[in-house]
């Protein structure tokens, strides 16, 4: 009775009367003529209660109508006109809950202009869980599948963001939208969806299907988000960007590499804007694409260096989380460009400086003028593995690093000391892998650990655990150093007045006296 209705008022013929009974396919018209139909009743649709009425319709067909007819194709050539009909009408209705769009470059809009959008969004999301539930009850439309499944999950995803254009509703509309594409195309979870089996061949014939299934939709996707990720589009709808970093976060090794050329241009493009939300999301993208992409590929085309260029400048920045996201992805980056310099130095006669020696003098020269407790912090956290990474080499650039070292430790940074704990990591690395150039800098820096042992057994402000913490560490610099200088050093701890000392840093500096660790 349904389908009969919609025939009749989509002006549609039909042989078969408005009886009760179901309408056989052999009456029906062709399934491409009545999309075709619906596509541009949707498109024509001048009110929300027409529009909302007309996704109620498409829904009820697809879940109530001869699955046979609905599918129907016995050519090639039909299979291809069916495949364009069903995906014109995805994109329709797709855009009845499609985000308006800026029409500056600032990338956003007041949350007002968004507000019709999540009552929008739920029936279309129906309504294409309508279609996949159909699609993935019968065998031998992958094709059909393969087709509408990129501009599907580009929707899905767009809308279960929790974002000003979304609400708890439509979230959830969203989300059992992406969950009903993982059951029609029998993938596991979301990288399955978007990398498919990698590429995995089966030699029999009967399995055909089965390999079809495996295949993944980055492709698709990417070509339906390719047009509005240029320089000039990307910041027209505010969804792109976030609909892209989900797509490339989900994406690992070796799906990744061949599509590198659509991936790395927007990464760039996020990473280089000036809002600093855009900036770490592209930093995001660049370091997961080193991460999960053969170094041979990165260096091809002299990507890697167009990469390091882009990322060293955000070392400029006052921005703590900017900072602290490029100085990791700096540390990945690095290997894929040139080796470690711990693994060069003790081998090289010339020791030339290298990508890594710049970063890490950059580094030091900011923290070293740095005053603001957040930088501090994200500096001395990423500095310990810079140092690791440099091994002897540390040693052209140990100037920087002890002002840096007496410097940090001298200003407090409660509750927790995150930046004096990691400073004393560093003096520790430091120590073990350039100790021959330690003994000269022992003066000026056991000074320095003995104010911080008297300052920190003393400071009622810190925790049992993080005062625990800073001795135990301090002790171990005060042992390495001794190390450094072949046990000078216990000589001049021997002589410390003890009156001026509390009981517990008396005993710290008994285990020092006792142990020489070289």
Not at 105 to 119: E, K, T
Not at 343 to 364: I, Q
Not at 432 to 461: E, F, H, T
Request: glycine share 6%; aromatic share 4%.
């Amino acid at each position: 009775m349904e389908l009969s209705s919609l025939l009749h008022d989509l002006h549609l013929s039909s042989s078969s009367s408005s009886s009760e009974k179901p309408l056989p396919s052999a009456s029906l018209p062709p399934i491409t003529e009545l999309l075709s139909r619906l596509q541009e009743k949707l498109i024509g649709a001048s009110s929300d209660s027409e529009t909302s009425s007309l996704i109620g319709r498409v829904e009820q067909l697809f879940q109530t109508a001869d699955p046979h007819w609905l599918f129907s194709s016995n050519q090639n050539n039909e299979w291809a006109e069916l495949q364009e009909a069903y995906g014109a009408l995805v994109g329709a209705l797709i855009c009845r809950a499609a985000l308006p769009l800026c029409e500056d470059d600032s990338g956003s809009l007041p949350a007002s202009a968004y507000q019709s959008v999540p009552s929008r969004a739920g029936p279309v999301c129906s309504a294409l869980a309508a279609l996949l539930g159909t699609l993935g009850n019968g065998g031998g439309r992958t094709g059909l599948l393969l087709a509408v499944a990129p501009p599907v999950c580009v929707f899905a995803v767009t809308h279960f963001q929790d974002q000003p254009w979304s609400s708890s509703s439509s979230r959830a509309a969203a989300q059992s939208l992406q969950e009903a594409l993982l059951r029609a195309g029998g993938w596991r979870d979301s990288p399955h969806l978007l990398m498919g089996d990698g590429g995995q061949e089966e030699e029999k014939e009967e399995e055909e299907e089965k390999k079809r299934k495996s295949r993944g939709i980055l492709g698709g996707v990417l070509d339906v988000l390719q047009p509005q990720l240029t320089k000039d589009s990307w910041q027209r709808c505010e969804a792109v960007k976030l609909v892209f970093a989900w797509t490339l976060l989900q994406v690992t090794r070796p799906s990744l590499s061949p599509h590198l050329s659509h991936l790395l241009p927007p990464s760039l493009l996020l990473n280089d804007h000036y809002r600093p939300e855009n900036c770490m999301l592209g930093i995001r993208c660049l370091h997961h694409i080193v991460l999960h992409t053969p170094a041979a590929d990165l260096r091809q085309f002299n990507r890697a260096e167009v990469v390091y260029q882009a990322l060293f400048k955000h070392l400029n920045t006052s921005e703590p989380a900017v900072i602290q996201s490029v100085l990791w992805a700096l540390l990945d980056l690095l290997l894929v460009l040139e080796k470690p310099p711990s693994s060069l130095a003790a081998s090289s006669s010339r020791r030339k400086s290298c990508r890594h020696d710049n970063v890490l003098r950059l580094v030091l020269t900011h923290m070293e003028a740095e005053h603001k407790v957040a930088l501090r912090r994200v500096y001395a956290s990423a500095l310990p593995a810079y140092i690791d990474r440099m091994g002897v080499a540390v040693c052209r650039h140990l100037r920087q690093v002890e002002r840096v070292v007496l410097g940090y430790l001298e200003v407090r940074d409660p509750p927790e000391e995150t930046s004096r704990l990691k400073i004393l990591e560093v003096l520790e690395k430091t120590s073990r892998a350039a100790w021959p150039r330690m003994a000269c800098r022992v003066a000026v820096l056991l000074r320095c650990l003995l104010k911080l042992l008297v300052a920190v057994s003393s400071d009622g402000q810190l925790s049992d655990s993080v005062r625990q913490k800073m001795m135990n560490q301090t002790c171990l610099c005060l042992q390495l150093l001794d190390g450094c200088c072949h046990g000078d050093l216990q000589r001049l701890l021997r002589q410390v007045d003890s009156s001026c000392c509390s009981s517990e840093v008396l005993r710290c500096l008994a285990t020092v006296t006792m142990t020489t660790e070289r």
